[in-house]
């Protein structure tokens, strides 16, 4: 039943992040059927991001009433609904419409069962459950480009993610009777007491909480400011053609995803704090690499490093967090992470545009350098305020 219920989990992950790559890859074609600017699909990115940050925050609250398996078969039919209505859409505010239940049920999905997953599962699970977004993340483009080169349109794109949604939601909700409950936890000392929701000033009030989220936001900000701007940096910076540099900046996405595969591998010899640091050192040489004024390849070597190094870092510290402040506080404390985490990415890459845009793209090294090292140095703080703890 468990093994069962872990390629249950697994497939809503990839589910996940099926549609994550779909809005870049049809958005050429939309914004001129719904003859809006091309910078439109901003707001529709703000829109989702805003849906992900409320139910993050909420899903301490319905996991506790629901439990993971309602909650994530109730998320996973939201956003199926969501991409249905995106296939049917025949404007740009019918899509912001639409955008909101998406938002909501991929924030619903990722706090609940990243949470259930760093409980009940290794740390090994849980880096191979983010190598299965990433494997839906790649999936997407490619079911909307199959679809395209037979003649269909980005409308039977959507179409075609939104069944294989709504086929998930249905093993979901078939599967219920796998999941277990959050009911009853224990303290350090075996003491036995009702797990509750807790309010964000109490989550806040836990030593170290803050720093664990202040490192979420860090690790998301690079992420996404590498993945948003690794293409001009490479035209603007390097001299590189769009075409290949678009090649490139992909292979930063691909040492994500295979760096996650590796590094369930490694979490058999390697426990959590290790391999964030692991993952932070490969991420520094990768950040150090982008400085040296070489060629367009050394470059390149920088940011599939950037990639590998960002691989271990975001599913350990979620893997961590119960064991670091208890099953019992480790929902509420994921879900402010996802939270922080779609701040970061809502907030920090178009922060970087203005600094491109008024000063130079060359700055992304001096940038993303920042960021890290004040990711280090968070996660440096939590180690020694739980040793005192």
């Not at 099926?18 to 600017?37: N, Q």
């Not at 959507?158 to 069944?163: D, G, L, N, Q, R």
């Not at 030593?207 to 293409?231: D, H, M, V």
């Not at 992304?364 to 350098?369: C, E, G, K, N, S």
Request: with cysteine; hydrophobic share 55%; net charge neutral.
């Amino acid at each position: 039943m468990t093994t069962l219920l872990l390629i249950i989990i697994y497939l809503a992950f990839f589910s996940l992040g099926l549609p994550d790559a779909v809005l870049g890859g049809s958005w050429p074609t939309m914004y001129k059927e719904f003859d809006v600017p091309v910078s439109y699909v901003g707001i529709i990115s703000m829109v989702i991001c805003l849906g992900t940050i409320v139910s993050s925050l909420a899903s301490d609250k319905m996991t506790f009433k629901w439990g993971t398996g309602k909650v994530t078969a109730v998320s996973v039919s939201m956003t199926a609904v969501a991409l249905l209505g995106f296939s049917t859409a025949d404007s740009f505010w019918v899509l912001l419409l639409w955008a909101v239940p998406y938002g909501l049920g991929a924030g619903g999905v990722d706090a609940s069962i990243n949470n259930y997953v760093a409980v009940h599962y290794s740390s090994r699970v849980m880096s191979w459950l983010h190598c299965m977004w990433g494997l839906g993340a790649m999936a997407g483009p490619y079911i909307l480009g199959f679809i395209l080169m037979g003649g269909g349109t980005w409308n039977t794109g959507y179409f075609a993610i939104s069944v294989l949604q709504f086929a998930l939601t249905a093993i979901l909700f078939i599967s219920l009777p796998l999941w277990k409950g959050r009911q009853v936890m224990a303290d350090e000392e075996g003491q036995e007491f009702p797990s509750k929701a807790l309010s964000l000033r109490e989550i806040l009030a836990i030593p170290g909480a803050k720093n664990i989220i202040l490192a979420f936001f860090c690790y998301c900000a690079l992420e996404q400011t590498t993945g948003l701007w690794a293409s001009s940096y490479m035209v603007l910076h390097k001299g590189v053609a769009e075409d290949v540099a678009a090649a490139y900046a992909s292979m930063f996405y691909i040492g994500i995803t295979v760096g996650r595969f590796i590094s369930g591998f490694m979490t058999m010899k390697f426990n959590d704090k290790q391999m964030i640091r692991i993952g932070m050192s490969v991420l520094l040489i990768g950040v150090l690499i982008l400085f040296l004024p070489l060629s367009e390849y050394v470059a390149l070597a920088g940011f599939i490093l950037i990639g590998l190094g960002c691989a271990p870092v975001y599913p350990c510290i979620i893997h961590s967090t119960p064991a670091i402040f208890g099953a019992d506080k480790s929902q509420a404390i994921v879900g402010l992470q996802m939270a922080s985490a779609y701040v970061g990415s809502l907030t920090m890459p178009p922060l970087f545009g203005l600094i491109a845009n008024h000063i130079s793209v060359g700055l992304l090294p001096a940038v993303l350098l920042m960021i890290l090292l004040l990711m280090a140095a968070m996660h440096e703080r939590l180690v020694r305020i739980r040793k005192q703890h």
